[in-house]
């Protein structure tokens, strides 16, 4: 991979890192104002379904961090763009449209095709 490419995907994901993380900072920071008291069931029941929401949100973006962290890592110990299963390089389009992936195109199918033929 081109070094211009590398740099390319090292601030994509830095600048995503960033909002993530600032993101979390205002959801923590959100979920520790104190508490309204609703006297209608109803308002606290949507209250409590907002903040549930708010928290799969934010526990999917806790695991994309996670993902980032790793890839740029990769990018730094040279391995980024190169599948974890059959060591080809990753074409450059999926890696613009997934830059977290590890796998490419091809395995990725096929680990998909054997997971659903195996119920997983």
């Known amino acids: 991979m081109k070094k211009k490419d590398i740099a390319y995907f090292k601030s994509l994901l830095t600048d995503q890192l960033e909002e993530l993380l600032n993101q979390a900072d205002d959801t923590v920071s959100g979920m520790t104002t ?42 730094e110990t040279d391995t980024f763009g190169i599948c974890d299963k059959c060591g080809d390089d990753i074409a450059l389009e999926r890696l613009k449209a997934r830059p977290v992936t590890t796998q490419c195109i091809d395995c990725k199918t096929k680990e998909e095709a054997l997971e659903k033929a195996l119920g997983l």
């Open 34 to 75: 104190p508490k309204e008291n609703f006297p209608d069931p109803t308002d606290r029941a949507s209250l409590e379904a907002e903040r549930n929401f708010m928290l799969r949100i934010r526990d999917r973006e806790s695991k994309l961090i996670k993902k980032i962290k790793k890839t740029l890592a990769r990018i």
